[in-house]
């Protein structure tokens, strides 16, 4: 598995930019204000590559991944699949292009709905495209219940609710493979399972991705989730990227002090793990009203004065390795941290 | 806490218990079984142990392992109707399993008292978070509205809730997720008790809070030297914080030892299978991980021999027609269910040649084959 996981990395490198995502602004409306869910995203994912992306509740994550379906308009910024500007797109065009960027959801029970056998839900998106006859249709269902490992034969006439968590997460998605998607947005696909059912599920869509050559990006706040399953991944904070690496590279040496914290918070199977990391104190700031300068610093163990005045760019920290801090977490010319935290990570 | 200020005699029975020798909360051979259209359930099936004064206990296993409903049989807390119980349940020497709901009440929540996993729905929607906080301390110990509201203040300061002077007149729907179990845990701390459950405390909240609820219940727990039953579905939850951990499958407990020796010394594939599905930071990325096939077993009709059998890798015939006691081998403290334990991760099943920890991929597949997800059968013929 590791063989094909260093060639699949060197695919990575040559693959085209499939989705280029630009300086992405989502706003809603509370009240009188407007609040603002991503502040200024960009980042790119290459064809056949896993993009994760990790951060705490209300972070942005999520929204950026409804933008990029487009079930959440944009305010501005774009969002270039292949080629052409998803933000803004209407109608026909938009519809044709959602078939081939398609989305699971966290909660797979209510991601189906209740009152439709197993085999129609699946059929749906073919049935709403009018794609091939009835007959086509059902050999399409039955090859694609088989690829997430649901028997048709049994499950193809049952409800939803007959199937536990882990089952319905199969069928939401064998049902987004329906369309034949290029690119599958994964919304915390695994945060509702039990660990036993997340590993099922994590082995299978690395399966599927190879299976059906995806492009994805795995949305999570479980960054150990996420490292499993991404060839790089973004952390974000209050509607920010903070840190942007391959994977490995940034579990290894982490730049930014909130990833490190994320690293820190994650729960080893380990009796004798010692986390040389304070837990993350204090909560996510209210984006209505963010703090000035570089948004962590409130929660930050290294913040300095120039955090609060000068909002910290992302820059690259070494090849492919961009993060948005002013004092980078080992880095020689700035803040250093307390050598347990540094030893903490190298011992995991 | 507060406690001395208590004028309420209901309490004093269970107060005065404090002398009482020997483990805080004893189990034993408990059963609940659950009375439905397709059959009788049985969620908890023979569940035996003891939770030592200010000691950690770690529940862990799958959905459907009967877990909560282990929690809430100890508490107490089952439907009116449809429900077998048999066996004792003893909470510092007292027989709950022998009670009525009125003396139950005066246990729940001033000396034993739960965390619920959705503080959301365990909370009163429409009720001020100090009102709710007050509740018991006025009932447990008798305070007057003064005294329990700045016992809630600081109830709700000690759970790390900023400025709870205004908090505490908050509804729950203010507060974010992390917030609410905080309240959720003042609760269950206001009057002091000698042991809380924690049911899935953590599951559903982001992991960065997680760990802040966990630090926390810990300091409280390491203050006011209670002890805690820690139920959960991830062993990383527990490797740290408990001192023994149960392991539960179908209804049963599969392994129990201290926390060292489960993770060092693990005798049973299910456990070894349980820790080896959670991925870890330090495999690169992109490892397959060691998932378990299959489900849980019907516990409508349970598999014959070792419940875990249909999923094991290593299950001989042996397995399947005897069902293993629950024993121990050398160290008296690690009970196992298992014909064929594991010694030093190896399988002693015979003709088994490979391991089930960190991942060749000989001993992946033989797991993953035995996948074949069957639909959850409303007439139990799925898993039989």
């Known amino acids: ?348 | 806490m507060a406690r001395t200020k208590g004028g309420a005699s209901n309490t004093l029975q269970f107060r005065d218990a404090g002398t009482h020798e020997g483990p805080l909360l004893v189990v034993e051979d408990l059963h609940t079984s659950f009375r439905t259209q397709r059959g009788t359930v049985r969620a908890v099936d023979g569940v035996s142990f003891e939770v030592q004064e200010g000691k950690t206990l770690g529940i862990v296993g799958e959905s459907g392992s009967g877990k909560t409903v282990l929690s809430r049989s100890i508490m107490g807390l089952l439907p009116p109707r449809d429900v077998i119980r048999s066996g004792t349940v003893h909470f510092a020497g007292h027989e709950l399993t022998a009670m009525d709901d009125t003396s139950l009440r005066e246990v729940w929540g001033a000396e034993l008292s739960m965390i619920f996993q959705d503080p959301m729905t365990a909370l009163n929607p429409v009720k001020r978070i100090g009102d709710q906080i007050c509740e018991s301390l006025a009932l447990h110990l008798g305070m007057d509205r003064k005294e329990a509201r700045s016992t809630a203040v600081e109830l709700l300061r000690s759970v790390g809730i900023p400025s709870p002077e205004q908090r505490v007149r908050w509804y729950p729907f203010q507060l974010s997720g992390g917030m609410r179990q905080r309240v959720m845990i003042a609760i269950a701390l206001a009057c002091a008790p000698r042991l809380v459950m924690a049911d899935e405390p953590t599951t559903g909240l982001d992991v960065t809070v997680q760990a802040q609820i966990l630090d926390l219940l810990a300091d409280l727990q390491r203050e006011r030297h209670m002890a805690v039953i820690l139920v959960t579905h991830d062993l990383g939850v527990v490797a740290s914080r408990a001192d023994d951990i149960i392991v539960m499958y179908a209804g049963r407990i599969v392994e129990r030892a201290p926390t060292r020796t489960l993770f060092h010394d693990t005798k049973m594939p299910y456990t070894r299978a349980l820790m080896d599905s959670i991925p870890r930071l330090a495999d690169p990325s992109g490892a397959r991980l060691n998932a378990i096939g299959g489900r849980p077993p019907d516990l409508i009709n349970p598999p014959t021999g070792c419940r875990f059998s249909p999923r094991c890798p290593y299950a001989q015939d042996k397995c399947r027609e005897l069902e293993p006691p629950l024993r121990t081998v050398g160290s008296p403290d690690h009970l196992f269910a298992c014909w064929f334990p594991l010694v030093d991760g190896m399988s002693t099943a015979p003709a088994v040649p490979v391991t089930v920890s960190s991942g060749p991929a000989a001993a992946r597949s033989a797991v993953e084959n035995g996948q074949a997800p069957a639909p959850a059968e409303p007439t139990g013929e799925a898993e039989a």
């Not at chain 1, 989305?103 to 073919?126: G, H, Y």
């Not at chain 1, 009796?271 to 703090?291: I, Q, R, Y």
Request: with cysteine; hydrophobic share 40%.
């Open chain 1, 1 to 348: 598995m590791t063989d094909t996981a260093t060639t699949e990395d060197s695919t990575v490198h040559e693959g085209a930019v499939v989705l280029d995502v630009h300086d992405l602004v989502v706003e809603f409306k509370s009240g009188r204000q407007r609040v603002q869910a991503v502040s200024g995203v960009t980042f790119q994912v290459r064809q056949g590559e896993t993009l994760g992306l990790v951060g705490e509740s209300g972070c942005g994550k999520s929204t950026t991944g409804r933008t990029l379906v487009q079930v959440q308009p944009a305010t501005s910024g774009s969002i270039v699949y292949q080629g052409i500007n998803l933000n803004g797109l209407k109608g026909k065009q938009l519809r044709q292009l959602r078939t081939k960027i398609q989305m699971i959801f966290q909660d797979p029970i209510s991601s189906l709905n209740p009152r439709r056998q197993i085999k129609d839900i699946v059929a749906e998106p073919l049935v709403i495209w009018k794609r091939g006859t009835k007959e086509e249709r059902a050999a399409k269902v039955r090859e694609m219940l088989e690829a997430v490992g649901i028997d048709p034969d049994v499950a193809g006439d049952r409800l939803p609710s007959e199937f536990s968590g882990g089952q319905c997460q199969r069928i939401s998605i064998a049902r987004a493979l329906m369309a034949d998607p290029d690119l599958l947005i994964c919304d915390e696909p695994v945060s509702a399972l039990d660990v036993s059912v997340q590993a099922q599920i994590l082995n299978l869509l690395a399966d599927l991705k190879q299976q059906f050559r995806l492009t994805m990006v795995f949305i999570a706040h479980d960054l150990a989730v996420v490292k499993n399953v991404s060839d790089r991944v973004a952390v974000m904070y209050l509607g920010k990227l903070v840190e942007i690496a391959e994977s490995d590279e940034l579990y290894r040496a982490a730049a930014h002090p909130y990833t490190e914290a994320l690293l820190a918070s994650i729960p080893e199977p380990d009796p004798d793990h010692v986390s040389g990391h304070k837990a993350l104190t204090g909560e996510l700031p209210s984006p209505l009203n963010p703090p000035s300068g570089c948004r962590f610093r409130t929660r930050c163990p290294y913040a300095q004065e120039r955090c609060s005045a000068e909002e910290p760019l992302l820059r690259e920290v070494a090849p492919g390795h961009q993060v948005a801090c002013h004092f980078p977490v080992g880095e020689a010319s700035g803040m250093v941290a307390p050598p347990a935290q540094t030893a903490a990570v190298a011992d995991n």
